[in-house]
């Protein structure tokens, strides 16, 4: 018999990336959300500046996307993916390569990032080892990368503290550089002028491991969860070239940057470089249902309808795959999206915001800024001797103040909703500047 649980107790949940011991002594609960603002237990408002988790694109408790989510749950709750379908599986398909880059136009779905990049990896293994170069089993992912907490993703990540505790992981994989480069690039506006070079770094895996023996290079376009690294001029333009000449595959992650977050629907598109093969999730479903999706070129997919007829070309797929109320939520996501313009605000505010983050160079501890579209990086000097704990006592600090922003090391990330309007950005970004004082 389980014991009767105590309302209100906060034993049984093990929270995922949390200080759990020092969360429980001082909790922060969300209770409600509408547009920008939360409200939590103690009936504040709070302005949201990085969109719940980088995924609310469109804001809170859209309506388009709550009644589709309800009359969805009331008409068909659930329908088996495999060798089954349901009509809004093929209907969001056909609305998701409207938007993707040309080329981009068959959509597997999973349902979180993490499972998009693992859908990813193992779609590049195949497609090599049915085309007849089964050697191509190295997967190249780059310093500081973040690609989700599951096998494959740590393992092409490159954030020690999501890929140190957990063994040896996969093996046959490599990085390469991260791009940051403070000392040529602090306080870019936009994408920083130099490191374009860093891209051949790749030249020197392959000069290491020979090219037939890599199946694909998988880098975020702007790195987020490491702390918002905006990709060099040309740098991806450069890596797509050399990715070209040795026929390796490039991924791009853009579980952040996809659905409008750096002034285009995808980051591929901000950047005018197509990749392959291409994940998203989070503003997919503006995060009210989990779902991710893979987006692969036409010819990898004719790669994989190669053999008969009858057999299953790919031996994967989830339970949950193309959900029917995760589809639903994607649905009345992109009308929202549509009706509001909201995939291209983040370019006509993208000014705005770049200089209202930039204001902050002259706050306390701060050694750098970085921003794109409705994205901003504000980097602290860490407190000696004890890393991140100066832009968490920030973060707490905005908290009380009633304003969400997000941490890591000791960056402050800055992602709010594309709906944000210009007094929301400057009251975020004096909330912050005075947070930075009373740290100082
Ligand atoms: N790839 C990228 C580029 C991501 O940003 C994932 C994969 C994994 O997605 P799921 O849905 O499995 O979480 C992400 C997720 C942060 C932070 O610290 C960023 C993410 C998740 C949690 C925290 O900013 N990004
Ligand atoms: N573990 C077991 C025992 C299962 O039966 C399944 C799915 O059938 C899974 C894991 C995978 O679950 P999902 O398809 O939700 O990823």
Excluded at 46 to 57: E, F, R, S, T, Y
Excluded at 403 to 430: M, Y
């Amino acid at each position: 018999m389980s014991q009767s649980t105590t309302p209100g107790a906060m034993d049984a949940y093990w929270m995922p990336f949390t200080a759990n011991r020092q969360f429980k002594k001082a909790p922060r609960v969300l209770t409600r959300a509408e547009g920008m603002y939360f409200r939590d237990d103690k009936n504040r408002q709070i302005l949201d500046g990085v969109a719940g988790l980088w995924c609310v694109n469109a804001g809170h408790n859209r309506s388009h996307i709550v009644r589709a989510i309800q009359e969805q749950a009331a008409e068909l709750d659930y329908a088996p993916p495999f060798q089954m379908a349901h009509p809004k599986a093929f209907e969001l398909a056909e609305k998701l390569v409207e938007l993707t880059p040309a080329g981009l136009n068959k959509v597997f779905y999973t349902n979180s990032g993490s499972e998009s990049v693992e859908t990813a990896l193992k779609m590049a293994l195949a497609y090599h080892r049915i085309r007849g170069e089964g050697s191509r089993t190295r997967l190249i992912g780059r310093e500081r990368g973040y690609h989700g907490v599951n096998f494959g993703g740590i393992s092409v990540g490159g954030m020690v503290a999501n890929r140190k505790m957990f063994g040896t992981m996969l093996s046959g994989v490599d990085h390469i550089r991260h791009t940051h480069d403070a000392a040529r690039n602090a306080f870019s506006v936009g994408q920083p002028a130099h490191g374009a070079d860093l891209a051949e770094d790749l030249e020197r895996l392959v000069a290491l491991h020979d090219a037939s023996t890599i199946a694909a290079v998988i880098v975020e376009p702007v790195a987020g969860s490491t702390g918002v690294l905006i990709p060099p001029q040309g740098y991806l333009q450069r890596l797509r070239e050399i990715c070209d000449k040795h026929g390796i595959l490039l991924i791009f992650d853009e579980i952040i940057t996809g659905f409008g977050r750096t002034g285009q629907p995808f980051a591929a598109q901000t950047f005018g470089v197509t990749p392959d093969i291409m994940t998203v999730a989070k503003g997919l479903t503006n995060g009210c249902v989990p779902m991710g999706a893979v987006f692969a070129k036409q010819s990898i997919y004719d790669t994989f309808m190669s053999g008969p007829e009858h057999l299953i070309e790919f031996f994967h797929g989830y339970t949950y795959s193309a959900h029917p109320l995760a589809c639903a939520a994607a649905l009345g996501t992109l009308q929202t999206y549509a009706e509001e313009n909201l995939l291209t605000r983040a370019s006509e505010l993208q000014g705005y915001f770049a200089e209202a983050v930039h204001s902050l160079r002259d706050a306390p501890n701060v050694i750098d800024v970085r921003n794109i579209g409705l994205v901003g990086g504000i980097e602290l000097a860490p407190l000696p001797g004890e890393p991140a704990k100066r832009a968490f006592n920030v973060f707490l600090d905005c908290y009380d103040k009633g304003v969400l922003i997000r941490t890591t090391g000791d960056t402050i990330a800055l992602s709010p909703p594309l709906i944000v309007e210009r007094e929301q950005i400057d009251h975020i970004v004096d909330t912050l500047r005075a947070a930075l004082k009373r740290a100082a």
